[in-house]
């Protein structure tokens, strides 16, 4: 990471900043806001917390160190080059550092943003493939399902890794659009139905909506709904995180209520505020809760029978634990499921290494991270582990056959749907 940075910048780069009066913007720019820089005083007490940091015990793989590399390129000091993305593309953005941080450093918004300095220097191929996904595919339904209906055929022809990632099964219908409640009617909610959450675990979103219309709501599953844009921003490509974003919130119009049960969707939706800008945005973010957090605050009907099992461990998804800060709620809905015990995982707060697509991206450290938690949870002798969120229900199966155990992985929705069947 060497050199000058001038004019190595693509034309327009500049720093910018948030509006006069107005809150500061979620990666607003091509830059990290100076001001965000300025929040780290390096007092080091994030590095214990940091997956990366822990593994490697290198400063450059910590988030003081990130943070070090991203203000010198702000400064003129140093230049984008692989070093620079190497530092930034090993960070798993599981915003550990800012869960504990007493300085509040906004981390993740700033290597969002250090993230597009890089997008413009890959390699094109990677850029090509980037674009494909990322913007292409992520706003075409279709083009997504033509995927899934492929993958049986592909299986043989991709790489290991994807292979083993990707679900087996087919995983049914698509939840309805509407799901009528039973008993009193509370009212009607919206939930999001995702990208590979509506692809490749519908079963999730049907139970889903079976759950809060026996809690006694109204389920609405918009069909002009499209992903929440999680993926594209932490990839460098804020600009198609907002077009999603402003797709989703005309989708939701009119809704009091959306029901998220994917924990970096629900992320990522609670900050369209601060992604866009705009009071419209902020408005839409207050809008958002995630279905664990909503089934525990509204108050759950206890299913009269068990759901076939007794002790269930949980895994948190660091978008739901670090970002929304729930652990108790999904805990809580478990519990009311008679005869069910929960148990935690040992380092149960550490990322498994799913982070989007940085088990595809950064295969040896997910591994890493993977094998860890698959260990953990093999160590306490369950038959099922729950977790909330898509990308970790992937990475924790594949780390879980890899290490020879058979542990069914299940979001917890699934476990209180069951109960409620078995009646």
Not at 126 to 152: E, N, Q
Not at 223 to 243: E, I, K, M, S, T
Not at 268 to 284: D, P, V, W
Request: with cysteine; aromatic share 4%.
């Amino acid at each position: 990471m060497t050199g000058p940075l001038g004019s190595d910048l693509p034309a327009g780069t500049r720093f910018l900043g948030p509006e006069p009066g107005a809150a500061p913007r979620w990666g607003v720019g091509e830059h990290p806001l100076d001001a965000d820089l300025a929040t780290c005083v390096a007092c080091g007490l994030c590095l214990p917390h940091c997956p990366t940091y822990r593994l490697t015990g290198e400063e450059s793989a910590s988030p003081r160190g990130r943070i070090a590399a991203i203000r010198a390129i702000a400064e003129g000091r140093a230049d984008v080059d692989p070093t620079f993305a190497s530092y930034v593309d090993l960070c798993l953005a599981c915003r550990a550092c800012e869960d504990v941080c007493p300085s509040h450093v906004p981390f993740g918004r700033m290597i969002e943003a250090a993230r597009i300095q890089i997008e413009p220097r890959r390699p094109r191929r990677a850029r090509f493939v980037r674009w494909l996904g990322l913007r292409v595919a992520l706003r075409r339904r279709w083009i997504l399902s033509l995927a899934r209906m492929m993958t049986p055929l592909a299986r043989p022809f991709v790489g290991r890794r994807v292979r083993r990632l990707i679900p087996h099964g087919n995983p049914g219908p698509r939840v309805p659009a509407l799901t009528e409640p039973e008993g009193t009617d509370k009212g009607a909610v919206a939930i999001l139905t995702g990208c590979v959450q509506d692809q490749w675990y519908r079963g999730v979103n049907r139970s889903t909506a079976r759950v809060l219309a026996r809690n006694g709501w109204r389920v609405l599953a918009p069909r002009r709904q499209v992903c929440c844009g999680a993926l594209p921003a932490h990839n460098g490509r804020l600009g198609d995180a907002r077009a999603l974003a402003l797709r989703n919130i005309r989708a939701f119009g009119g809704v009091d209520r959306v029901v998220v049960n994917a924990a970096a969707c629900g992320a990522q939706m609670k900050e369209y505020g601060e992604l866009l800008g705009t009071e419209e945005a902020h408005t839409f973010s207050t809008k958002v809760v995630d279905l664990m957090e909503f089934l525990a605050a509204d108050g759950v009907d206890p299913p009269a029978h068990d759901a076939g099992v007794d002790t269930v461990a949980y895994h948190d998804a660091c978008h739901a634990l670090r970002v929304q800060h729930i652990r108790e709620q999904p805990r809580t809905v478990l519990r009311s499921i008679p005869g069910t015990k929960v148990v935690d995982v040992a380092d149960g707060d550490r990322c498994c290494g799913a982070a989007g697509l940085y088990n595809v991206t950064e295969p040896e450290m997910a591994d890493e991270l993977g094998r860890a938690k698959a260990e953990a949870i093999l160590a306490t002798g369950v038959a099922i582990v729950a977790t909330s969120n898509p990308g970790c229900a992937m990475q924790l199966a594949a780390a879980i056959r890899a290490a020879g155990g058979d542990v069914e992985v299940v979001h917890p929705v699934q476990l209180l749907d069951r109960a409620y069947g078995r009646a």
